[in-house]
């Protein structure tokens, strides 16, 4: 995990901790030895802010695992992927649970392996879900999912892996419909969204059940907007 980003001196990655800690999100230790990938569930039990230690019960049947992984040179990974957070901390001691010092490295991974873009034009979206109805407009989007910005509250209404059904979205040439999975949700930074600027969250879904109709319309969308920058440059 050479390639996380070093914030040693950075209360981000202290904040997201904490914002897994408080919702209970799940969370694992993993490595992978000679192809082969190693995973350990653990709980969050405790975080020691004073002395920048993270305490982790693991589940019963992942401590042969976690014994697997601590044999290693002192340096774990973890995973929340509520967040689709990694992170690299130092293994401090183990007995009936594991404690960890506080990351100095973490990185967000892209669930999604397709190509994403940021739409020229306003691509609309509308949904209901635990009896609210949204009106949003698309973040980013590719063949395998899309991504839209929510106000705080608006995003305590969703939970990892709820499934939106009859998502629809408004292309130029006609409207699709189509079932999504929430896949993380993310805390913005204050400010960061102008239309909610004390608080807003990222929104990640992926696409669920038929999508050929919709991956055909997204590619259209990307083959254009790509073939417009090549003429623009």
């Given at each position: 995990m050479n390639n996380l980003r070093n914030e040693e001196n950075d209360s981000k990655v202290k904040d997201l901790i904490l914002e897994a800690f408080k919702s209970k999100y799940e969370i694992y230790a993993?490595?992978?030895?000679?192809g082969r990938v190693v995973k350990a569930d653990l709980e969050f039990k405790t975080i020691k802010f004073n002395q920048k230690k993270i305490i982790l019960s693991p589940?019963?049947?992942?401590?042969?695992?976690?014994?697997?992984l601590i044999g290693g040179i002192g340096k774990i990974n973890f995973?929340?992927?509520?967040?689709?957070?990694?992170?690299?901390?130092?293994?401090?001691?183990?007995?009936?649970?594991?404690?960890?010092?506080?990351?100095?490295?973490?990185?967000?991974?892209?669930r999604r392996k397709s190509e994403r873009i940021d739409p020229f034009f306003n691509l609309s979206i509308k949904f209901e879900h635990n009896k609210v109805r949204f009106n949003k407009s698309c973040n980013d989007i590719s063949i395998g999912g899309m991504s839209l910005v929510l106000s705080k509250n608006e995003v305590n209404k969703f939970t990892f892996g709820d499934i939106i059904k009859g998502l629809e979205l408004t292309f130029p040439m006609?409207?699709?419909?189509?079932?999504a999975k929430v896949s993380s949700m993310i805390k913005l930074n204050p400010f960061s969204n102008e239309e909610n600027p004390y608080g807003a969250a990222r929104l990640s879904l992926t696409?669920?059940?038929?999508?050929?109709l919709i991956k055909k319309e997204i590619l259209k969308i990307i083959n254009g907007q790509k073939k417009l920058v090549c003429d623009i440059d």
């Open positions: 993993w490595g992978s030895f000679g589940k019963k049947i992942s401590r042969a695992y976690l014994d697997e995973a929340i992927p509520q967040m689709s957070l990694l992170f690299e901390s130092e293994f401090l001691s183990y007995e009936d649970d594991l404690t960890i010092a506080f990351p100095k490295y973490y990185k967000f991974y892209d006609k409207n699709i419909k189509v079932d696409f669920e059940g038929n999508t050929s």
